[in-house]
């Protein structure tokens, strides 16, 4: 499952910095790098979450298999997100890249060892666990929406906050991820893009239409009922 980049562990960031935490280094610290093809696994589900992960480079989806064989998407990591933080001592989902994608691994318990003496990065660890349980909230209440198009205009502008650059939002996951995300079929998602793409409100760079450019954020935020 792992294929090592970076074996000589004087080599690796020994701080919390390169996670994001900003914090003194601490020899307890060490931090590993791993490369992940498209379409595989970090961890799994009920696996034991004895690692925290930020993406390097590429896309992470975190996901679980329904009883029925659908696939339910609970969130998306972009570049400098951390995840596979748990309350518990298992995860709760699946893991997989999106693309070819880099990781940062660092073990849990030494985070743990870490924060018991280090305020800051125990304010830290507080402040991602609160952002992961209202980030499900929020996409609990994203899943309630009760049309099609609301539910991609929220989607398109979480993505803007989270990717958009030079006015353009480069999307990793196909459009297959995105309806899985927001619980529709994936010709409803693709019958959305096109009605914003008709109304002038996004535009399409590319063949594949994984580039997508918002022509008129303020009409796209009229469709999303939470802005």
Do not use: C, W
Not at 26 to 33: D, I
Not at 194 to 211: A, K, P, V, Y
């Amino acid at each position: 499952m792992f294929v090592r980049i970076t074996a000589d562990s004087a080599s690796r960031p020994n701080t919390l910095d390169a996670l994001g935490m900003e914090s003194y280094s601490n020899p307890l610290v060490s931090l590993s790098e791993f490369n992940y093809k498209k379409g595989t696994e970090i961890f799994g589900e009920k696996e034991p979450a004895e690692y925290v992960y930020q993406v390097k480079s590429g896309a992470v989806r975190s996901y679980k298999l329904l009883s029925d064989g659908r696939r339910q998407i609970g969130a998306f990591h972009l570049v400098g997100d951390i995840f596979g933080l748990e309350n518990g001592s298992e995860h709760r989902f699946t893991a997989e890249a999106i693309v070819n994608t880099t990781v940062r691994l660092i073990k849990r318990r030494s985070l743990e060892i870490v924060a018991e003496s280090d305020a800051m990065v125990s304010r830290n660890l507080l402040s991602m666990t609160t952002s992961n349980l209202q980030h499900a909230e929020d996409h609990m209440l994203l899943l309630g929406r009760k049309t099609s198009l609301e539910r991609v205009a929220a989607f398109l502008i979480e993505m803007d906050r989270r990717l958009t650059a030079a006015g353009v939002m480069p999307l990793p996951m196909s459009r297959r991820d995105i309806a899985d995300y927001l619980g529709l079929t994936l010709e409803t998602v693709s019958r959305a893009l096109s009605r914003l793409h008709e109304l002038g409100i996004i535009g399409f760079i590319g063949t594949n239409q994984r580039q997508i450019v918002l022509m008129d954020r303020h009409q796209l935020a009229t469709l999303d009922l939470q802005h």
